[in-house]
């Protein structure tokens, strides 16, 4: 089967999907839809194909999602050259569409119901997924020496609660949500901050940044509840990792790739 005839159904639209979903169609994998909740709650916005759900359309690195509203149109997406993105919290398309590959990428830290009869192959991203139990291959997140890493038999890393290290940082290069509420921007993705900077409010709660860098990530206006991710500072200080995939993405989507040319290889489609 070529490529270009292989369905994929990626659940999750966020950074880490996206960067699945790059790398797929830059491989020629032409025929890509991305699941998604009605309200995204991505930090990382401009590199996550979920921007698709408030923007309609949204560019990464080249590449442009589509946001569609009926599985009826997805094919015109596929035509003209876009990944398709859904709004489905309950994954319903995955019975309509019918995928060759099921790729799950919600980063939740545990398998929330992907099953491995879903499609001919599935894929799952990150803690909670064991092949070739609940999937047919599971992919390394945790940054380290595993990252990227495919699983044909064993489980993934455990979820540390602790983000990778970047130059020593670990847990403050994340901002989170002190309380629940509505949050106000007072930086916006791309500006260099100080420790101790107000970067946002909740409600009338401020989001101070914890260490020097540059505003990678910052969640949209909405309603957010308490330890929401909701920031990320990069402290290398380089502007253009706000508008790139980052190397962890590219990584992961490096292992999908791999575990898909794998079963390819074998006919198993």
Known sequence: MKNLDVKILIKGAGEM??????????????????????KPLSVRRFVAFSEAVYENLWTVEGVTAELIRDIKEIERVWEIGRIGVIVDPEWSVV????????????????????????????????????????????IE????????????????????????????FTSERVLRSPTSGIVRHVKKIGDEVKKGDVVMYIDETPVLATINGILRGLIREIYVTVNEKIGDIEPRGKKEYCYTISEKARAIGGGALEAIMHFLNKEVI
Do not use: W
């Open 17 to 38: 999907a996206t960067g699945i979903a790059h790398r797929l169609f830059m491989s020629n994998f032409k025929r890509i839809l991305m699941t998604e909740i009605e």
């Open 95 to 138: 019975h309509v569409l019918k995928p060759h590959i099921v790729i799950d990428a919600i980063m939740a830290k545990r398998n929330t119901g992907t099953q491995k009869d879903e499609a001919p192959i599935v894929i799952g991203v990150g803690p909670g997924f064991n092949a070739p139990h609940d999937c047919h291959a599971a």
């Open 141 to 168: 997140s945790n940054r380290g020496h595993n990252l990227g890493r495919v699983y044909y038999e064993g489980s993934t890393e455990p979820h540390t609660g602790i983000p990778g290290p970047v130059m020593g």
